[in-house]
């Protein structure tokens, strides 16, 4: 059974929260079945985000960077997401050592 994407979204803010590691809702999408887009803001003028894909090689899903850079580059990027997905949730992760969670057992 697959979880619908505000539970998964609750789960990994809890996690982040559990951890020490602030993360906060930048966009909410559709509550079942709307994509996820993790911005990484390593508070220094960098970020990353982070997108669920199908890995080619094994079939699988991964979390694999969609941008990375300047966070305006980062930010323009998510923008752009935003506009092609209105279902689109985005969440930004604030970590000065990059700590994201992502890919650890339940949030694959």
């Not at 080619?56 to 966070?71: I, Q």
């Not at 279902?87 to 994201?100: K, P, T």
Request: aromatic letters at 8%; glycine letters at 8%.
């Amino acid at each position: 059974m697959r979880l619908t994407a505000d539970t998964w979204v609750s789960a990994y803010i809890t996690r982040l929260r559990l951890a020490d590691i602030p993360a906060f809702v930048v966009q909410r999408g559709d509550s079942t079945a709307g994509a996820v887009l993790v911005k990484l803001n390593t508070l220094d003028g960098r970020a990353c985000a982070y997108q669920r894909s199908f890995d080619l090689m094994s079939g699988e899903r991964k979390w694999m960077v969609l941008v990375e850079g300047d966070e305006a580059k980062v930010d323009a990027s998510v923008a752009k997401q935003r506009g092609f997905d209105p279902d689109l949730w985005v969440i930004e992760v604030e970590s000065r050592d990059g700590r994201h969670l992502l890919g650890e057992a339940g949030l694959e």
